[in-house]
């Protein structure tokens, strides 16, 4: 029998559990809200901490809303859908900066106000469901069991009509990805609106009379293709030929993609640049930057460094080691996925 304990909620943690103290550990609940008091079943324990599922709110916060999805709870998707958009821009702001303040060991974090997204559900462009013995939809939560899945609420209607398609085939037994938009398959961003909102936001951070941007981690040109009017040249940097093939297809005579290794290929680019008239674009996988990146940047310090990250922790690390030669002008959070645990960041360095 699994030991029930009550206690408040004080926080939500990113990941999207909260976080209690009880027993003389910290308590992680899934589904709760800070401010909140309820008693949940500890169903695992170490040292220090422990992890529990909710049983009951007994004092619950003015926040907390009926979720829209008659999935949520049980589907792997989403983790935010009883409470209320206003405190989830809320929550995922506190998270970028404490984790900033945590990991990057910084003592002033230059936040600007969250971006949030102009629809809370249907905004997901793509998604991917599996299919298993008939089972069309998504894994569950915390495990590798599919949960049947007729309607996905944050995906757009183009997508959900897609997801019916396929269901009505009956598919064979794998993995499919649904897209509201066609074109090449490599990586594009998920939410139309947010991404917008993010390409005009970098553009605002980038100083104008640059002679060079270079794009590190360009993908099929997302961002290159939007500030190249800015400069007089650009390089996109990427490690997949299939996205820098698709960009080359339409790439203007001051763009130029380059397929390789991004730690090689920016340093030998900075390494035959003016800094003073260079601006460099960093938008890495959710591992962030590697060593050998990191200290190209120490080493080669262009006039304006602006990084976008999808993993706070991630970017804390990073921000710890460029802050030697950086400094840290601004934050600005971007919820890209409502709904869900995960948020965008971006960040406008200068070299000291």
């Known amino acids: 029998m699994h030991k029930l304990v009550e206690l408040p909620i004080h926080d939500v943690a990113f990941g ?3 976080v209690g103290r009880g027993g003389g550990k910290v308590v ?6 800070d401010g909140e008091r309820v008693s949940a079943r500890i169903i695992r324990e170490k040292k220090q901490l422990a992890e529990a599922e909710l049983h009951e709110v007994i004092d619950a916060s003015e926040h907390r809303t009926t979720p829209e999805c008659p999935y949520f709870g049980r589907c792997g998707g ?3 859908q009883h409470i209320s958009y206003e405190h989830q821009l809320t929550i995922k702001a506190n998270q970028v900066e404490q984790t900033l303040r945590r990991i990057a060991r910084l003592d002033h974090v230059p936040m600007r106000a969250i971006v949030p997204s102009p629809a809370a559900y249907g905004y997901r462009n793509r998604v991917t469901v599996h299919a ?3 089972i069309v939809g998504y894994y569950r939560r915390e495990s590798h069991r599919l949960i049947d899945v007729q309607h996905c609420p944050i995906a757009t209607p183009e997508v959900n009509a897609a997801l019916d398609e396929l269901r009505a085939r009956n598919p064979r037994d794998g993995h499919y990805s649904l897209r509201a938009h066609g074109g090449p398959r490599v990586f594009a961003q998920t939410n139309d609106a947010v991404a917008d909102a993010m390409a005009a936001l970098v553009e605002t951070l ?4 640059s002679e060079l941007l270079i794009d590190a981690y360009c993908g099929a040109g997302f961002f290159t293709k939007r500030l190249a009017p800015k400069f007089r040249r650009v390089v996109g940097i990427e490690w997949d030929r299939h996205a820098v093939a698709a960009a080359q297809e339409t790439a203007a005579p001051n763009e130029t993609y380059v397929a390789g290794d991004v ?5 030998s680019q900075l390494s035959d640049c003016v800094p003073a008239t260079t601006c460099v674009l960093l938008d890495p996988p959710a591992e962030g930057l590697g060593v050998n990146t990191r200290r190209t940047l120490l080493n080669w310090r262009p006039h304006t460094l602006v990084y976008v990250s999808c993993n706070p922790a991630a970017l804390a690390r990073d921000l710890g080691e460029l802050a030697a030669r950086y400094k840290i002008d601004s934050v600005t959070p971007l919820d890209m996925f409502p709904q869900t645990a995960e948020i965008e ?7 000291i």
């Open 28 to 33: 992680f609940v899934p589904f709760t809200i």
């Open 206 to 209: 980038l100083p104008d009379g």
């Open 345 to 351: 960041a971006v960040v406008a360095l200068s070299p």
């Open 78 to 80: 989403c983790t935010y």
């Open 132 to 134: 298993e013995q008939g």
């Open 16 to 18: 999207g559990k909260g």
């Open 263 to 267: 730690n090689e290929e920016l340093q």
